[in-house]
């Protein structure tokens, strides 16, 4: 490069043209208008102040929850055992059950109030023929878990239920 | 530009943008009027760049990516132009003529220097740009192109080797 210095100081002496004052002007209210959105963070500052929110609302969530369960806990009455069967003996909402039967299951104060049933998990067993059967039938698998619910309307207390249950539905396959 | 250095140090601790943009800006004018005609579309373009890249919270100090950003700004400029086949044509086809770097030119010797410039291929004239008036290195230029550091330093050879041919003709 030493050939060139010659050259080189030739042309540091131009002076490039100086811009108009009104381009940083305009430059810092554009960036006053950016920052007044709040869209724009110096550089240096960024990343800095971005972890420390992150950390705020993090111990802020986590407070929050605390506070919550703590209240749940202490607000919420615990529900009241009346009785304890094997789920299966238990009737229903919504199912005819006998009126005798209920009785001796479910107190008579409880109504029933609630009845949900979540699938899991599906299993597709395949194709088989049923005996006696000549035509193939789907076997799918279903494992499910069920909640049922009765309320004391009187007393606010409820009984809830819940168990897995598998099903095993064979449905059939008809040809095109 | 002696303490640019110095300007720099300033901008890392203080984020004093507009001391550090008043001294870089007639360099990134002046690099920006290497892609559009007038002084006023030059300041256009650097102003956008200039937010924009301050938007993305880039370090002021990453000069490579900055005047990549007035580099790619400016070529925005010339694409999204109602008149953008003619503009096109003018940018690319005619680079030579089109383009042409504004210098304060106090005599005659200067201006045959500026007008000499101005005949430069314009790959050579965007690195030579970049490196007298506004002082990146061969890394930073590579970067702002996206070419490699060689190259950079090829382009600026090859520069100021015509420069010193049509300035001294044998």
């Given at each position: 490069m030493s050939d060139f210095t010659e050259i080189e100081n030739e042309l540091k002496k131009l002076r490039p043209i100086q811009p108009s004052a009104q381009l940083i002007t305009r430059v810092e209210r554009?960036?006053?208008?950016?920052?007044?959105?709040?869209?724009?963070?110096?550089?240096?500052?960024?990343?800095?102040?971005w972890v420390w929110a992150g950390v705020g609302l993090a111990a802020a969530a986590m407070l929050l929850l605390f506070v919550h369960l703590r209240l749940d806990r202490s607000a919420q009455p615990q529900p009241k055992i009346v009785a304890t069967s094997p789920p299966q003996q238990l009737a229903r909402p919504g199912a005819s059950v006998p009126s005798q039967a209920r009785s001796t299951i479910v107190p008579p104060e409880f109504v029933p109030a609630a009845a949900t049933q979540v699938v899991y998990r599906t299993e597709d067993e395949g194709l088989l023929f049923p005996t006696g059967s000549d035509q193939p039938v789907r076997r799918v698998r279903a494992q499910m878990r069920e909640t049922l619910q009765w309320q004391n309307r009187t007393t606010g207390a409820s009984l809830r239920v819940s168990y897995p249950t598998e099903e095993v539905r064979l449905v059939p396959v008809y040809g095109q | 530009m002696k303490d640019r250095e110095e300007v720099m140090e300033n901008?890392?601790?203080?984020?004093?943008?507009?001391?550090?943009?008043?001294?870089?800006?007639?360099?990134?004018?002046?690099?920006?009027?290497?892609?559009v005609r007038s002084a006023a579309d030059a300041e256009d373009v650097v102003q956008d760049a200039f937010v924009k890249f301050w938007r993305r919270n880039h370090k002021i100090d990453n000069r490579g990516l900055l005047y990549a950003t007035v580099r790619s700004v400016a070529?925005?400029?010339?694409?999204?132009?109602?008149?953008?086949?003619?503009?096109e044509r003018e940018a690319y086809s005619d680079f030579e003529q089109a383009v042409e770097p504004q210098f304060r030119t106090e005599d005659e010797s200067e201006r045959t220097l500026a007008l000499a410039i101005d005949r430069l291929p314009h790959p050579q004239r965007e690195v030579l740009v970049m490196k007298i008036w506004n002082e990146l290195s061969f890394a930073e230029i590579g970067e702002a192109?996206?070419?490699?550091?060689?190259?950079?330093?090829?382009?600026?050879?090859?520069?100021?080797?015509?420069?010193?041919?049509?300035?001294?003709?044998?």
């Open positions: 554009e960036l006053a208008a950016v920052e007044s959105d709040q869209k724009v963070v110096m550089p240096e500052r960024f990343r800095t102040k | 901008v890392a601790t203080h984020e004093d943008w507009k001391t550090v943009f008043s001294e870089l800006a007639p360099g990134l004018v002046l690099f920006a009027r290497q892609w070529l925005d400029l010339i694409r999204r132009d109602s008149r953008r086949a003619r503009r192109l996206g070419v490699s550091q060689n190259t950079a330093a090829s382009r600026y050879r090859y520069a100021l080797t015509a420069l010193k041919k049509d300035l001294l003709p044998q």
